[in-house]
């Protein structure tokens, strides 16, 4: 019987750009982080489920881990492998690219690291990557880090795992896209965090998977909201926002703040405007009237038309 959480695409970074830092200072983007791992890793604890897996994707800098961010992390995972039995399988922002190198053998001390083609009782975990000849199994359930027909649409790849091809399994976790999704026998974890505007209106998760059951349980995390003016009272430090405005508001202070950004979108009102009637020496005669500002009338209206031929 399988009693498991599963998280996926955790992506831990300091965003310094999106970011104030804090007290102990941690970037609020990485502090969120760590927050939301700790209260899923708490969950699972709460109600008695030992077993803890991660579909891949723990960094997001591949070659370039800070150590700082690294440490942090590594430690919040030591604190809970003493209560949990914790398995990461390995996404494509864990490996060097060139060699397959894993950024997270330094785990393997507390953990279980995923780093090649593994089944573990009735689980087969595959690692990014190495799905060749390995997606036939006597598994019962299958973890993957990939691009799934289904999954995603409109893409494109020789590298897309066809349905067909994984019919047979109980159920499938796939980590990698990050908007989750559920589609026949597949779980489309999606990240734990909005990393950008292309997540804003997603409701991140993780899963609880028991006696067959699949229930999402939602991730309380920062949402990314548009707006159509500029708030007259603002101090939400926790959220991020985009608000439509026009060019001559852009050096509104509120947009000095790390998680308030501008979108450019509405046209400054004009106060006059040539009417789209009459012939070319009438329109000139119009911008002439509109424009001119004490300079003689009759040398204008010539240049005009000689810039016109």
């Known amino acids: 019987m399988n009693n498991f959480l599963v998280m996926s695409d955790l992506h831990f970074q300091q965003c310094r750009n999106k970011s104030y830092i804090n007290e102990f200072g941690i970037s609020s983007w990485l502090q969120t982080q760590l927050d939301v791992t700790e209260d899923i890793f708490k969950y699972a604890i709460e109600h008695g489920i030992k077993d803890v897996y991660c579909g891949g994707d723990i960094f997001e800098n591949k070659n370039n881990i800070s150590q700082g961010v690294y440490n942090i992390v590594w430690n919040l995972f030591k604190k809970y492998s003493k209560k949990l039995n914790i398995i990461l399988n390995t996404g494509n922002h864990d490996i060097f690219k060139v060699d397959r190198d894993s950024s997270l053998t330094p785990f393997s001390d507390i953990i279980t690291i995923i780093t090649e083609p593994t089944i573990i009782e009735n689980i087969k975990f595959i690692p990014f990557g190495m799905t060749e000849g390995e997606l036939k199994s006597d598994a019962e359930i299958l973890f993957l880090h990939e691009e799934v027909e289904g999954i995603v649409e409109g893409f494109d790849s020789n590298k897309l795992i066809l ?147």
Do not use: C, M
């Open 163 to 309: 349905l067909k091809d994984i019919a047979d399994y109980k159920v499938v976790f796939n980590g990698h896209i990050h908007n989750s999704k559920d589609i026949h026998n597949i779980i489309n974890v999606g990240s734990t965090t909005p990393e950008n505007w292309g997540e804003a209106e997603q409701q991140k998760r993780f899963v609880h998977y028991h006696d067959g059951i699949v229930d999402s349980i939602n991730i309380n995390h920062p949402t990314w909201n548009n707006l159509d003016e500029i708030p007259e009272d603002f101090d939400d430090k926790y959220n991020f926002y985009r608000i439509n405005i026009s060019s001559d508001e852009l050096s509104h202070p509120i947009f000095k703040k790390y998680n308030v950004f501008p979108n450019i979108t509405k046209l400054k009102k004009r106060e006059s405007r040539i009417k789209q009637t009459g012939n070319t020496n009438d329109q000139i005669i119009q911008y002439i009237e509109i424009k001119n500002s004490g300079l003689n009338e009759e040398r204008l209206f010539k240049v005009g038309k000689e810039l016109l031929k």
